[in-house]
C-alpha cells in the first residue's frame, strides 16, 4: 500500500562548481534558514536530483530538485538526536 507524503515547497540557495553542478549551501522554510553543514548523499531519478543533508541544527533533510519545473521540494524531515 502507497501512502502519500505531503511535499513541502522550499527555497534553496546553491553553489555551483567548476562543472556547474549546483549543490545546496541554504535552504529556507517556514520561517526557518538552515544552513547546510554536509551533503551526505546525492542522487538522480529520472525528473529530480535528490539530496541528503545535514544542517547547522543536526537534523538530516532530504531534498529534491524538479529538472523540469526548477522547484526545490522537501521530501524528509528527521530532528536532531539529543
Known amino acids: 500500500m502507497k501512502v502519500k507524503v505531503p511535499i513541502i515547497?522550499?527555497?534553496?540557495?546553491c553553489y555551483a562548481g567548476y562543472r556547474a553542478e549546483e549543490t545546496p549551501r541554504i535552504i529556507w522554510?517556514?520561517?526557518r534558514?538552515?544552513?547546510?553543514?554536509k551533503v551526505l548523499d546525492?542522487?538522480?531519478d529520472p525528473e529530480h536530483r535528490?539530496?541528503?543533508l545535514l544542517g547547522d541544527d543536526g537534523a538530516i533533510y532530504i531534498i529534491r530538485h524538479d529538472?523540469?519545473?526548477r522547484a526545490w521540494e522537501l521530501t524528509f524531515?528527521?530532528?536532531a538526536r539529543s
Open 9 to 13: 515547497e522550499i527555497k534553496v540557495a
Open 67 to 69: 529538472m523540469n519545473t
Open 33 to 37: 534558514k538552515i544552513e547546510v553543514e
Open 29 to 31: 522554510f517556514q520561517s
Open 42 to 44: 546525492r542522487w538522480l
Open 77 to 79: 524531515y528527521q530532528e
Open 50 to 52: 535528490y539530496f541528503k
